[in-house]
């Protein structure tokens, strides 16, 4: 299959820790990459291959992969984590590029 | 820096062709594949295609009919052109940079590192 499939939505407590997840078979042998979207904002890139952040985005966002899952961490969640995140990988042929749903994350 | 500045017509009529372009500068086109996206109103993301420096293509196969992707690389920007729209088409367009890596000995990764601020194309009759 060639989809990634993300839960719609997940809360944190303030300062607590949350992990998201994206899930596909695609994910056997690709690291998904994630995305930070707030309304009316562009996506940006949080995370990329096995754990590697652009600069500018907080240690506290952190990426991991086990079997067909991939995941992101928030360690200390603050209130501006509050936003959609993203998955993204190519597909099974890697001719395409598949998103998941998305996961809007509310900071309580 | 790498930046993307996009435009193009933001209000089309059912049927009509939607043009967008995407000016890269910091960069050369060279050496990365550059891809659109969108995101219908309180929607997720999707993927439109995308093209290298030489002009390969690789197109979303729910759009492939009507999508075609263009590069100028003597203006370092890039082209989508979407015809016979609808309402389904009304969407907010993104333009943005690949890239791509592997780990030994077959793990692969791919990302979309800058993004272009959007541009909002509506169709309405």
């Known amino acids: 299959s060639s989809e990634l499939t993300q839960d719609p939505a997940v809360s944190v407590a303030l300062g607590q820790t949350v992990r998201i997840t994206c899930q596909g078979d695609r994910l056997k042998w690709n690291y998904a990459s994630w995305y930070q979207q707030k309304p009316g904002q562009a996506p940006i890139l949080v995370i990329y291959g096995r754990n590697n952040r652009p600069s500018g985005i907080p240690d506290r966002i952190s990426g991991s992969s086990s079997e067909d899952t991939s995941s992101l961490t928030i360690t200390g969640a603050q209130a501006e984590d509050e936003a959609a995140y993203y998955c993204?990988?190519?597909?099974?042929?890697?001719?395409?590029?598949?998103f998941g749903g998305g996961t809007k994350l509310t900071v309580l | 820096q790498v930046q993307l500045q996009q435009w193009g017509a933001g209000l089309l009529k059912p049927s009509e062709t939607l043009s967008l372009t995407c000016a890269v500068s910091g960069e050369s086109l060279s050496g990365y594949f550059w891809s659109w996206i969108r995101q219908p109103p309180g929607k997720g993301l999707e993927w439109i295609g995308e093209i290298t420096h030489s002009g390969s293509t690789n197109y979303n196969p729910s759009l492939e009919s009507r999508v075609t992707i263009s590069i100028d690389t003597s203006n370092n920007q890039f082209s989508l052109r979407l015809s016979s729209v609808t309402a389904a088409d009304t969407a907010v367009y993104y333009c943005?940079?690949?890239?791509?890596?592997?780990?030994?000995?077959?793990?692969?990764?791919?990302?979309?590192?800058?993004w272009g601020k959007g541009a909002t194309v509506t169709v309405s009759s």
């Open positions: 943005a940079r690949d890239g791509s890596g592997s780990y030994y000995p077959y793990y692969y990764y791919y990302y979309m590192d800058v």
């Open positions: 993204n990988s190519r597909d099974s042929s890697g001719k395409h590029v598949v």
